[in-house]
């Protein structure tokens, strides 16, 4: 039976620091403390003037490549989960695909916002699975959200970062992937996002004029426990269809969005924070790209081994979930 396994992982991390001392200068106001208490953000990287977003993708993807042994000829498929593509129209995957001189491999982007990159992974997996003309396949999370955010605004300014991360699927007989769940609240769509630029708001020039360039916005409140509800509740849901339990899974990662929300729920599952991974303290918000940055982190820091069952958990506007469990195989 043909299986999906992590060959490795990479990131990108734009070099420009942003501090949370930064942006009290700017705003004109303390944000500092009640991020550091409330958020756990620190720090967040912003993407260079001259660089897009299939840039970012270009460093993780080389990364992921390297430490696979394996060059872009070897690619058959290349998937970009992203909200922030390079433009509307083509996908950001087939730029990539270019600048990494991938020849051979077929391209798509996946938008499920800042669940985007587990989504991508049950599809690449399952693509894997299903077809044994796709031997190795790249999944890339990126976001340059920064272009979209309003710095004067200090509820987006404050949390919203840029960077890439990125895996190397390839097939084999030994369980990798094990299983993925998508969930949806699509009530929430008008909640978070980019509301200018698509047929709904198009980017007129009386539209510009009289709101500004598109910019991501919080419009109205999520409730306050969402994804400490819903998490657990997805975790559970694929452990249980994999016959497995919460207690079996080594590393935990989940959006990096807020550390607080990530220490309630090791706590809703009995679980302690030694086996999770956080780096919004460091790298801020970066959406679509979040987990797999902090997965290459972890991996990077000795935090996983040969054997250990890792779970990824994700929530993004929409709402759109998606959690998935691997196997470790790298």
């Not at 929530?315 to 790298?330: I, K, N, Q, V």
Request: hydrophobic share 45%; net charge negative; aromatic share 6%.
């Amino acid at each position: 039976m043909r299986r999906a396994r992590i060959l490795s992982t990479g990131r990108y991390v734009p070099e420009r620091v942003v501090t949370n001392a930064e942006l009290e200068a700017r705003l004109g106001q303390p944000v500092d403390q009640w991020l550091r208490d409330n958020v756990g953000i620190l720090e967040r990287h912003v993407m260079a003037d001259d660089q897009a977003t299939s840039d970012l993708c270009l460093e993780a993807a080389r990364d992921a490549l390297d430490r696979a042994g394996l060059t872009a000829a070897d690619l058959d498929l290349v998937v970009v989960a992203t909200d922030t593509p390079d433009q509307p129209s083509p996908a950001t995957a087939t730029v990539l695909q270019h600048k990494l001189g991938a020849l051979r491999a077929g391209t798509y982007d996946l938008n499920a916002a800042c669940a985007g990159f587990v989504t991508a992974l049950d599809v690449a997996a399952k693509t894997i699975a299903a077809d044994d003309a796709y031997q190795h396949v790249l999944v890339v999370g990126a976001y340059g959200m920064t272009r979209f955010v309003d710095w004067t605004d200090k509820k987006t300014c404050t949390l919203f970062a840029d960077g890439a991360g990125a895996v190397v699927l390839g097939a084999g007989e030994a369980p990798g992937f094990l299983g993925a769940r998508l969930e949806a609240h699509g009530e929430y769509h008008d909640a978070l996002g980019i509301y200018t630029g698509g047929t709904l708001h198009p980017a007129t020039a009386t539209r510009l004029a009289a709101e500004g360039p598109p910019a991501v916005r919080f419009v109205r409140k999520f409730p306050a426990t969402f994804n400490t509800e819903r998490w657990p509740v997805q975790l559970r849901a694929v452990l249980s269809r994999a016959d497995l339990h919460v207690d079996d899974v080594a590393l935990f990662v989940f959006t990096q969005l807020n550390l607080r929300t990530i220490e309630a729920t090791m706590a809703a599952l009995g679980q302690p924070m030694r086996k999770t991974h956080w780096t919004m303290d460091k790298w801020g918000y970066t959406g679509s790209a979040c987990i797999p940055m902090t997965l290459d982190d972890a991996v990077k820091t000795g935090r996983v081994h040969p054997g250990d069952l890792v779970a990824l958990c994700a929530s993004g506007g929409g709402l759109a979930m998606a959690t998935a469990l691997f196997r470790w195989t790298a």
